[in-house]
């Protein structure tokens, strides 16, 4: 890192500019649900799911917008999802 690089500011990106971002320009894999929390009313608000990039496994959560918490019945455990990632950061996805 250059002595300047140290001064500059990290520019700090919110959750929606990040999904936004990964679902246009995203590379995309395969990935399964692992598991799902439900709130109260029984409605899926969160998602646990796996994907391998290059021989590495990542686990990943997410929690579900509105259109994906009408489709429900796609993100049960097991199930096989598209997952968008960060190609220079395999780590940071989200799933379609």
Do not use: W
Not at 48 to 74: A, K, P
Request: net charge neutral.
């Amino acid at each position: 890192m250059s002595f300047l690089g140290l001064f500059r500011r990290k520019k700090v990106e919110d959750e929606a500019a990040r999904r936004a971002r990964l679902l246009r320009a995203g590379r995309i894999s395969e990935g399964s649900i692992l598991d799902i929390t439900c709130d109260d009313a029984g409605i899926a608000t969160q998602i646990f799911f796996t994907y391998n990039i290059n021989g590495v496994d990542y686990e990943s959560s997410q929690t579900l917008d509105s259109v994906q918490r009408e489709r429900q019945q796609d993100y049960a455990p097991g199930a096989s999802v598209t997952v968008r990632y960060d190609p220079h950061r395999p780590g940071n996805s989200v799933v379609v």
